[in-house]
C-alpha cells in the first residue's frame, strides 16, 4: 500500500514533467525547422560522410595550381551526415552540428563525377557553378551508398530546369558581387539592387562600426567557404555575426540564416505577381496597413518620403494577400521598415514570411497568441532566474508584460536606437527567439539595482528608456583601466546576455511555450468569446445563454478555425451549415429517410433557401451574425411572423405572391420541415394529447368515478399502443398537406383573367346525384389550377389563411417548429442516437400533473353527467321511459380513441407491467401551460459519421 501511496505523492511532480515536453513532429518538420528550409521538402535518403570542401577562390584551390611548392595542399575533412530532398544536398557534421553545416541548392550543381575508388572506399566529387569542389566519401555498406547516388542523380535531372534561372538570381546576391569584382576582375558589373539604406544612409557610423574591416573579414571568409547558395557555416561564420554584419552584406547574411534566400529561390516572380493580381483590391488588412504607414520608423529619413513609404506598402499589402489568416497586425509594419533598410521589396516579403511562420508564430496573429505566451514565458524566467526583482515587480504590481511586450512585438526596433536593434537581429536570425528572452533578461539584469529603487509602472519604465539612450556610453566610465572605459553599455549587454544566460535554449523556451500555451488559448478564446457577444445584434427571443450556445456550436461546427490562433476562416459554408443545424434542429437531423433521392432533394432545397435568406453579404457564406440573426426570427413567438417568415424563403422577388411552381416548392418545404412528426419519429402537442387523454381515461375506467383527487396516481407500469398513435399522427400530418395544397389551388387567385371557357361544369343535370358532381367539381378544379394557361397566385394573406385553417399546420407554426429548434442545450459530439430516443412515458410519469388534471376534469364531467343523467333517469321514470337511454348517451360521447385504449388494456392486462425500452415516441419540448416547467428530452445528435547504374558524368550548361 505504501508503494501506491509513494506513486499518488509523485504523481504531480510526474505531471509537472510532463508539461514540459514539447509536442511531437515529425522528423522532415524538425529537419525542414532546423535548416530553414521550404515546406514542401522532404528527406528523401541520408547516409554518412565524409566531406571537404575547396572553395574556387581559396588558398587550397591556389596551391593545387602551382605544382613547384613545399607546402601540401590539405584540407579539412569532416565526418557527419548527408541528407537528400528534392531540391538541396545537406551536410551536417557528427561533432557538434555546428562546425560544418552545407547547404546547396541541386540546381547549382554543374558537375558530379565519381573519385578516386577502391573496393571498400566510394567517392564523389561535385563540383558547383562558382567552380568549388565537393568531395563526397561514403561510409558504410557500398550498396546504401549506390542507392543515395541514384536517387541524387535522379534528382539532379529533374533541377535541371532551374539551373537556367541561377545566374539571375546569383546577380541579386552582394557576396557573388564582391567574388566577381575583386577576384575575376568583372568589369562593368551591375551592382545588386538593395535597400534603403543605400541610398537614405544606413543608421549608425560607419567609422565606429568599422565597416571596411567587417567587410573584409567576410570577404575572406567567401573566398574560403564560398557564398550565397554554395556557402559552408561553421563557427567563424557565428562568430562573425556576433561581431557585426556589414551593413552592404546584412540583407544577404539575414536570408541566409532565416532560410528566406530558399524560398525566394523557389519562388522567382511570385511577390511581383501577387502585387500583379491584386492591384486596386481593397481589404480590411490593406485598411490597417494605410493608418499605420507613416507611423513606421518616422525616424528614418526614407519613411518621410513617398518612395520609402511605397516600398513598405508593397510589401506589407502582398504579405496580407499571400497570408490571410495573418493579413496585418500592428508592429508588422515597424518590422518590415527595418527589413526593407538592408533588403529589397522581394527579400523583405520572405524574410518577413520566415519570421511570422518560423522565428515568433502568433505574434502577429489576429489574436497575437504568440506574444501573449511569450510575455508568460518571459515572466517565468524573470521569476526564475532573478526571484528578487521579480518579488519587488509582485510587491508593487508592475505590469511586466506593458514594459517588455514593445521588445518582442517590435523586435527591438522601437526601443533602442536602429544601430544597436539591428546588432540584435543579426543574432536574432542566427539563433532564433531566444534571442529576445536572453537580450529581455539581461536589460533587467544590468538595471536590476536602480529597478529594485522605483514603485510604479512609469518610473520603471522610465529609468530603461534611458538606458536604451545611453546605450553607446561607457559602461565603465570611472574605471582607471582604459579597456574598461573603452566597453560601452551595449557591449556590456550582449556579453550579459549570451554568457549569463546562455541556459536558455531554443528546447528550454519551446518547454516553457508548451507549458502555458493551454491556459492562454482558453484566455483568449473566454475573451474573443465575450468581446463577440458583447457585440452581437440585438435579438428579441435569444437570451444569453442561448446565444452563448450558439457561439459555441457554430465554431465547432468550422473545424478549420482555430478561434485562440486567429487562423482560418470564421465564416459558414454550406455543406458545414447542413452539419451546423443537424446539431440542434429535429428536422435536419439525420434519419433513415434521408436513404430517399426525393426527400435528400427537398432537404437541400430548403436549407439552401434558408442559407440563401441568411445570407446578408451574398457572399455564399454566413458569418455568426448572419445565423444569430437568422435563428432569432426562426424561433420567434410570433405566429404570423413565423408564417410570415416561411412564405419570404420561396417570395424571392418579394411581391408577397407565390406562382405555381413556388407554391409547390412550399409545399416540399412543409413536408420536409413535418418530416419527423410525420414518420413518428417525434409527437407534437395533439399526440401528446391525445396519449395523455388515453392514460387518464383508463385511470378513469379502472377506479371509476369513486376516485378523488387526493387517491389520483399514475400506474407504475403503462403501456400504449404506438402504432395506433404513430398512424394517426401520420395521417394527420398528410391529411394537412393534402388539404394545404388543395386549398392552396383552390383559393389561389388568378393572375389575370382568362376568356377561354371555364373548366368547371355548371352544368344542373338533375340525373347527376350530387356526391359525383362534387368528385368532378373538385378533379375540374385541379386541374384548372395546374392548368399552365389558367395561371394563378397565392398571396400572403391567403396563406396564412390556409396555415391558420389546419389544426395540425396552426400547431406546428404556434409552437412545434420553435421547440424543434434546441438552441438552449449543450451539444455533446460523443451522444450517440440511442441516447435521445427516450421512452414518452418516463416523462409523463415523472411529471403527472397533466394527467392527474385530466383524470380530475374526467371524474368531474362523470360525476357532472351523472347527476343530470340521474336527474333525466328519474323524469324519464316518471314519464314511464327506459333508463338505459342516459347511459347509451354517455356512452357514445367518447372518444373513439379512448375507446381503443380501453380495447387494448383489456385485452393485454399483464402487459401493464413492461415499460417500453424504445419508442418512436419523444416528448415534445413545449412547456406544460399547466406548469413552469419545461419538459425538454434532447433528439439525436448528427452522426459522425531504375534499375541500378553506375552514376555516370553529369554536367550542366
Given amino acids: 500500500m505504501s508503494f501506491f501511496e509513494s506513486l499518488r505523492q509523485k504523481a504531480p511532480f510526474l505531471d509537472r514533467i510532463a508539461e514540459n515536453f514539447t509536442p511531437a513532429i515529425t522528423r522532415d518538420e524538425k529537419f525542414k525547422l532546423e535548416y530553414k528550409l521550404p515546406a514542401d521538402e522532404n528527406i528523401l535518403d541520408d547516409t554518412n560522410a565524409d566531406l571537404s570542401f575547396v572553395s574556387a577562390f581559396g588558398k ?64 564523389l566529387l561535385v563540383t558547383l557553378y562558382s567552380g568549388s569542389q565537393i568531395v563526397i566519401q561514403f561510409i558504410g555498406l557500398r550498396y546504401r551508398s549506390e542507392q543515395f547516388c541514384a536517387q541524387m542523380k535522379l534528382r539532379l535531372k529533374d533541377n535541371v530546369p532551374n539551373a537556367k534561372e541561377l545566374p539571375e538570381f546569383l546577380a541579386s546576391c552582394y557576396s557573388e558581387f564582391l567574388l566577381r569584382k575583386n577576384l575575376l576582375r568583372i568589369k562593368d558589373i551591375t551592382v545588386p539592387p538593395a535597400g534603403l539604406g543605400q541610398l537614405y544612409k544606413y543608421p549608425g557610423n560607419p567609422t565606429v562600426a568599422k565597416e571596411k574591416a567587417k567587410l573584409r573579414l567576410w570577404f575572406n571568409y567567401f573566398k574560403e567557404h564560398g557564398a550565397n547558395i554554395g556557402i559552408v557555416k561553421n563557427h567563424e561564420f557565428q562568430k562573425l555575426i556576433r561581431i557585426g554584419v556589414p551593413n552592404r552584406l546584412r540583407s544577404e547574411i539575414w536570408e541566409l540564416c532565416c532560410g528566406s534566400i530558399y524560398l525566394r529561390q523557389a519562388h522567382r516572380g511570385e511577390y511581383e505577381r501577387i502585387l500583379k493580381d491584386n492591384e486596386g483590391k481593397s481589404s480590411q488588412a490593406v485598411e490597417e496597413i494605410e493608418k499605420d504607414l507613416k507611423r513606421s520608423l518616422p525616424e528614418y529619413s526614407a519613411y518621410q518620403k513617398e518612395e520609402g513609404i511605397q516600398r513598405l506598402r508593397n510589401v506589407l499589402t502582398a504579405y496580407s494577400w499571400k497570408n490571410p489568416d495573418v493579413g496585418y497586425c500592428q508592429a508588422m509594419n515597424i518590422v518590415v521598415a527595418g527589413l526593407l533598410i538592408y533588403m529589397t521589396e522581394e527579400q523583405a516579403f520572405w524574410c518577413l514570411s520566415n519570421i511570422c511562420d518560423i522565428y515568433v508564430p502568433g505574434y502577429y496573429s489576429k489574436t497575437m497568441y504568440g506574444t501573449l505566451l511569450d510575455q508568460k514565458v518571459f515572466e517565468a524566467f524573470v521569476k526564475e532566474k532573478m526571484p528578487v526583482l521579480w518579488e519587488h515587480i509582485v510587491k508593487y504590481d508592475i505590469q511586466m508584460s506593458v514594459v517588455s511586450l514593445p521588445w518582442f512585438l517590435s523586435l527591438f526596433f522601437t526601443s533602442m536606437p536602429l544601430e544597436y536593434a539591428f546588432r540584435i537581429m543579426d543574432i536574432f536570425f542566427l539563433y532564433g527567439s531566444k534571442t529576445l528572452f536572453q537580450v529581455s533578461l539581461a536589460i533587467l539584469k544590468v538595471n536590476g539595482d536602480d529597478l529594485l529603487e522605483v514603485e510604479d509602472d512609469g518610473m520603471f519604465i522610465a529609468i530603461l528608456k534611458n538606458y536604451f539612450h545611453t546605450l553607446s556610453d561607457s559602461a565603465h566610465p570611472d574605471s582607471s583601466d582604459i579597456k574598461y572605459r573603452q566597453i560601452t553599455k551595449f557591449q556590456e549587454l550582449l556579453v550579459t546576455a549570451f554568457k549569463e544566460f546562455n541556459v536558455i535554449t531554443e528546447s528550454i523556451v519551446a518547454q516553457e511555450r508548451n507549458r502555458f500555451q493551454k491556459s492562454i488559448f482558453q484566455d483568449i478564446e473566454t475573451f474573443v468569446k465575450r468581446t463577440q457577444l458583447r457585440h452581437m445584434p440585438k435579438t428579441f427571443n435569444l437570451s444569453q445563454e442561448q446565444l452563448s450556445n450558439i457561439y459555441d456550436i457554430f465554431y465547432q461546427s468550422i473545424e478549420s478555425h482555430k478561434i485562440s490562433m486567429g487562423t482560418g476562416s470564421s465564416n459558414m459554408e454550406f455543406e458545414i451549415f447542413i452539419q451546423f443545424l443537424s446539431k440542434f434542429c429535429d428536422w435536419s437531423k439525420p434519419s433513415e429517410t434521408d436513404n430517399d433521392p426525393s426527400f435528400r432533394k427537398q432537404k437541400r432545397g430548403f436549407l439552401k433557401r434558408l442559407f440563401k435568406k441568411w445570407d446578408s453579404s451574398r457572399i455564399g457564406e454566413l458569418t455568426l451574425y448572419d445565423v444569430v440573426s437568422g435563428l432569432d426570427k426562426l424561433i420567434t413567438q410570433d405566429l404570423l411572423e413565423s408564417i410570415n417568415f416561411f ?88 391529411e394537412a398537406a393534402s388539404n394545404f395544397l388543395q386549398r392552396s389551388f383552390e383559393y389561389a387567385k388568378p393572375l389575370e383573367l382568362s376568356e377561354e371557357i371555364n373548366l368547371i361544369d355548371l352544368s344542373d343535370d338533375e340525373d347527376t346525384d350530387s356526391g359525383t358532381k362534387q368528385k368532378n367539381y373538385e378533379a375540374m378544379m385541379a386541374n384548372a389550377a395546374l392548368d399552365p394557361t389558367h395561371p394563378k397566385v397565392l398571396d400572403l394573406a391567403t396563406f396564412r389563411m390556409i396555415i391558420l385553417a389546419d389544426e395540425t399546420y396552426e400547431l406546428f407554426f404556434t409552437s412545434t417548429f420553435r421547440n424543434s429548434i434546441h438552441v438552449d442545450e449543450q451539444v455533446d459530439p460523443s451522444e450517440g442516437k440511442e441516447k435521445a430516443l427516450r421512452n414518452m412515458f418516463d416523462g409523463i410519469i415523472a411529471d403527472g400533473k397533466r394527467v392527474a388534471e385530466e383524470v380530475r376534469r374526467r371524474v368531474d364531467s362523470v360525476a357532472t353527467k351523472g347527476s343530470i343523467a340521474s336527474s333525466e333517469s328519474n323524469s324519464q321514470t316518471l314519464n314511464g321511459s327506459s333508463t338505459t337511454s342516459g347511459t347509451s348517451h354517455i356512452s357514445a360521447s367518447k372518444d373513439d380513441r379512448m375507446d381503443d385504449v380501453d380495447d387494448f388494456t383489456t385485452e393485454h392486462p399483464n402487459e401493464q407491467e413492461e415499460l417500453l425500452s424504445t419508442s418512436w415516441i419523444e416528448m415534445d419540448s413545449a412547456p406544460d401551460p399547466s406548469t413552469n416547467q419545461n419538459r425538454t428530452l434532447r433528439a439525436i445528435s448528427a452522426e459522425t459519421s531504375s534499375d541500378q547504374k553506375d552514376l555516370i558524368e553529369f554536367e550542366t550548361n
Fill in 647 to 734: 412564405f419570404s424563403l420561396y417570395d424571392e422577388d418579394d411581391d408577397n405572391e407565390l406562382l405555381r411552381e413556388e407554391v409547390l416548392q412550399i409545399s416540399e418545404g412543409l413536408l420536409f420541415l413535418t418530416e419527423p412528426w410525420k414518420t413518428g419519429r417525434y409527437v407534437d402537442e395533439l399526440t401528446k394529447k391525445s396519449i395523455e387523454n388515453g392514460i387518464a381515461e383508463s385511470i378513469v375506467k379502472e377506479n371509476g368515478s369513486a376516485i378523488t383527487v387526493e387517491q389520483i396516481s399514475l400506474p407504475s407500469g403503462v403501456t400504449v399502443d404506438e402504432e395506433k398513435y404513430k398512424s394517426e399522427q401520420t395521417e394527420r400530418y398528410l
Fill in 60 to 123: 587550397l584551390k591556389e596551391l593545387q595550381k602551382v605544382k613547384n611548392t613545399n607546402e601540401q595542399a590539405m584540407a579539412y575533412v569532416y565526418s557527419g551526415k548527408l541528407f537528400l530532398t528534392p531540391h538541396y544536398l545537406l551536410f551536417r557534421d557528427s561533432f557538434d552540428h555546428s562546425s560544418c553545416i552545407m547547404v546547396v541548392n541541386l540546381s547549382a550543381v554543374k558537375r558530379v563525377e565519381r573519385a578516386t575508388s577502391t573496393a571498400y572506399a566510394f567517392s
